[in-house]
């Protein structure tokens, strides 16, 4: 099995930062993408920003500038520095990645179980 564990949500004042993590484990032979998706009330998910194994690297229009993605492939874990916050990235962030357990086995994609962000006076 795989697990992807998320961690540093919270409540923030607006133009604050918060970094949030997330680490990939059980068994895994490869992680190919790892990334960051949002969720806010009534909205439908969509993506923050991703990692490829790689080192390429995309954001939305909406974050960048203000959010950086880092990656360590060693450990499986990627991180979101989250900069100037505004009220309008309130959100349940998720983390995702795309990995093969088993040499051979398909390209899968797991989920965090989500951390709530607050940017709120």
């Known amino acids: 099995q795989v697990q992807l564990v998320e961690s540093g949500g919270g409540l923030v004042q607006p133009g604050g930062s918060l970094r949030l993590s997330c680490a990939a484990s059980?068994?895994?032979?490869?992680?190919?993408?790892m990334g960051w998706y949002r969720q806010a009330p009534g909205k439908q998910r969509e993506l923050v920003g991703s990692s490829t194994s790689g080192g390429r690297i995309n954001y939305a229009d909406s974050v960048k500038g203000r959010f950086t993605i880092s990656r360590d492939n060693v450990k499986n874990t990627v991180n979101l520095q989250m900069n100037s916050l505004k009220p309008e990235d309130t959100a349940v962030y998720y983390c995702?990645?795309?990995?093969?357990?088993?040499?051979?086995?398909?390209?899968?994609?797991?989920w965090g179980q989500g951390t709530q962000v607050t940017v709120s006076s």
């Open positions: 995702s990645a795309s990995i093969v357990q088993f040499s051979g086995d398909l390209l899968r994609t797991y």
């Open positions: 059980g068994k895994i032979f490869s992680v190919n993408v």
